[in-house]
């Protein structure tokens, strides 16, 4: 494990990092095949009491051959506060996860998936989880992606 160069900037607080990844929109993650970089910017749901993201994803694409190959993932959340004009800094709180992604094969587990998601960003849930969750074949033609994460490091200008 890297240690945060800058200390005074670090966050140690485990809730204060789950807080930042749970209210974040976007989480830019990172794979690697053969030493081919690819970095991808998702929407994710956050499962805190598993320790996981999910993310859903179109059956086939370059995502899902990277993850084949490699399952070791590494992924960004940027808590954005702004750029502070004259003082050339940006105040912002950012969330390194590292782990393993993993296609969701259980049926269980996918319809679990698509639910955290839908909490995560959806106000009022409930129309979206009539109109897309309750459809099997909206649910089939959706490949869900679970990050487990296994370390979880954090720092901050704020």
Known sequence: MYHVRRREREIRNEA???????????????????????AVT???????????????????????DFIRSNPLTCATVVEDHGYVTGDCSHKYRSVVLRGTM??????????????????????????????FLSDPAWTAGVVML????????????C
């Open 42 to 64: 998702l929407s994710h749901g956050y499962d805190e009491e598993h320790g996981c993201l999910y993310f859903h994803a179109a059956p086939e694409g370059q995502k899902l």
């Open 102 to 131: 993993a296609m969701v094969d259980d049926e269980q587990e996918k319809l679990h998936a698509m639910e955290v998601l839908v909490r995560h960003h959806e106000g009022q849930p409930e129309q979206v989880r009539r109109r």
């Open 16 to 38: 204060e990092l789950h807080r930042i990844v749970n209210h974040s929109r976007f989480v830019t993650v990172a794979l690697c095949r053969d030493g081919e970089p690819y």
């Open 146 to 157: 679970r990050l487990d994460v296994q370390e979880m490091t954090g720092k901050g200008n």
